[in-house]
């Protein structure tokens, strides 16, 4: 059974740093691009930051570019988002998703699987 969890939300002070990590379980990550998308309140599903199944092709949404650094670990099945100098408008739930198929990698509707999802809140 293919599993995504998320960890690693929570409160963060504008300026402030998070690493959220994607558990990977049932399958291998390896030949699969993946990425980590965001909702906010009464938004639709954005974009945030995607890695090919090596690593080695990295991009970002506009809005975290600059901020947000993404990485995998094949070996341990597990992929993660570093968030630097947030911002209250980084308020969210992140999710991880797997892109099994073909389908344009910054769009949610190319992904196959997804996560439950962590909460991140940008506040003083």
């Given at each position: ?36 998308f ?12 995607g ?55 910054m ?18």
């Amino acid at each position: 059974q293919v599993q995504l969890v998320e960890s690693g939300g929570g409160l963060v002070q504008p300026g402030g740093s998070l690493r959220l990590t994607c558990a990977a379980s049932g399958f291998t990550i390896k030949n699969y691009h993946m990425a980590w998308f965001r909702q906010a309140p009464g938004k639709e599903r954005e974009f945030v930051a995607g890695s090919d199944w090596i690593g080695t092709h990295k991009y970002y949404g506009d809005s975290v570019k600059g901020r947000f650094t993404i990485s995998r670990d094949n070996a341990k099945n597990l992929v993660a988002l570093q968030m630097n100098s947030l911002k209250p408008e980084d308020t969210a739930v992140y999710y991880c998703a797997l892109l099994s198929g073909v389908g344009h990698p910054m769009t949610a509707s190319a992904y196959d699987y997804w996560g439950q999802g962590t909460r991140v809140t940008v506040s003083s």
